[in-house]
């Protein structure tokens, strides 16, 4: 009482470093009628320490600094902490967008002669440079592509236009038959398809290395075995990788969309450094790897959007989605707001500065 008039007990916790220092400032020398000099220093000292130890313990009661130290992007906006503007605000006030993402996502900070002012939109959850790899060349696609090619010969001779929908349908039937070859169940890499995952990984180093984009530290693979061979030539022993079951292709019911148990993943050694929690979880719980309805467009478009609860899952700013060309093509078409996107080939790369939105949408801009 002597030191000041005390806080109102229904202040707020974060009021207390506010109200420390004028709860104590009348212990400062003067301020205190006929308290001596050394005395009232002490006094100050002491009451100052009380006061942070209190206010550290009470906001660790309520979980305050708890929720900061997970380092989750909605507990780092939570605490004040500011992040860029996308690559496309700085080239449109004439900066170097390509340059200004080395500095953006720079994750052990800026030199000491560096001043960046750059702040999220109040709107804005999460930032973070998101990959996009389809796997490569898969036996399936070999088999596929000569069976159309073959039904497209064959409606040619018989006199059908290429526009036609008997011509269509004929050569949809022979791809469709191809694939339902149990022979292609699950889908490995051909050598093509492994040269090209080495030509990606390439990509990759040489956009990390040339234009300073931030190596993923996080990876998230479709369990398919063309995808995680992809996964395990790209990014071989790779501390972060996650098998999750949203990013499979489309269910189409043919063996070559139809994924391993978990288990049997496991046993694989090339795979073992990748998790597959997720998975084992599923199968737990009881649902089955195999059979199903066949999947829509539309259907597929909405399981894309659970990207968006992935990516927020992690603090990671930079990470890597391995997955299949319809994937692919309803997540840009989609959440990412691109109607125009074109299909990825086999093993291509793309690069997106992510905005995730407090509405639960995404801002999505190509950077490669």
């Excluded at 804005?124 to 497209?152: F, P, S, T, Y």
């Excluded at 040619?156 to 038959?177: I, L, Q, T, W």
């Excluded at 530290?217 to 395990?232: D, I």
């Excluded at 073992?272 to 059979?291: I, K, N, P, Y």
Aim: aromatic share 6%; charged share 25%; hydrophobic share 45%.
């Amino acid at each position: 009482k002597a030191l000041g008039p005390s806080i109102p007990s229904q202040a707020p916790l974060d009021a207390a470093p506010r109200a420390a220092p004028l709860a104590v400032c009348a212990a400062w020398p003067g301020r205190g009628p006929g308290v001596p000099h050394a005395m009232a220093r002490a006094v100050f000292f002491a009451s100052a320490l009380f006061f942070l130890c209190v206010v550290r313990g009470a906001r660790r009661i309520a979980g305050v600094d708890d929720a900061v130290d997970v380092a989750s992007p909605a507990a780092l906006l939570a605490g004040g902490l500011q992040a860029p503007e996308s690559p496309v605000g700085v080239a449109e006030r004439g900066g170097d967008a390509e340059g200004f993402l080395g500095a953006a996502f720079e994750t052990e900070g800026p030199a000491d002669d560096e001043d960046y002012s750059f702040e999220f939109p109040g709107n804005v959850i999460a930032r973070k440079v998101v990959w996009l790899i389809r796997h490569g060349e898969a036996v399936h696609n070999i088999e596929e592509d000569r069976a159309a090619m073959e039904a497209a010969d064959e409606a040619a001779r018989a006199g059908h236009d290429p526009s036609s929908a008997e011509f269509v349908e004929r050569v949809a039937a022979a791809r469709r038959a191809a694939l339902s070859n149990a022979h292609l169940h699950d889908a490995a890499l051909t050598e093509e398809g492994k040269a090209q995952v080495e030509a990606a990984r390439a990509v990759i180093e040489g956009l990390v290395h040339n234009r300073h984009l931030p190596m993923p530290t996080r990876v998230l693979t479709s369990p398919l075995q063309r995808a995680l061979q992809t996964t395990a030539i790209i990014f071989p022993d790779h501390p972060g990788v996650h098998m999750r079951e949203c990013l499979r292709e489309r269910r189409t019911g043919l063996p070559c969309d139809e994924r391993q148990p978990a288990v049997a993943i496991n046993k694989r050694a090339s795979f073992a450094f990748m998790s597959s929690l997720s998975l084992l979880r599923l199968e737990h719980d009881g649902l089955t790897v195999e059979g199903g309805r066949e999947e829509t467009k539309p259907k597929l478009r909405s399981r894309t959007f659970q990207i968006i609860d992935e990516l927020l899952s992690f603090p990671d700013i930079s990470i890597c989605v391995v997955t299949h060309k319809a994937w692919l093509r309803e997540l840009e078409r989609g959440p990412f707001n691109r109607p125009g996107a074109s299909e990825f080939r086999n093993c291509e790369v793309r690069a997106y500065d992510v905005e995730m939105l407090t509405d639960g949408h995404i801002e999505a801009t190509l950077i490669y």
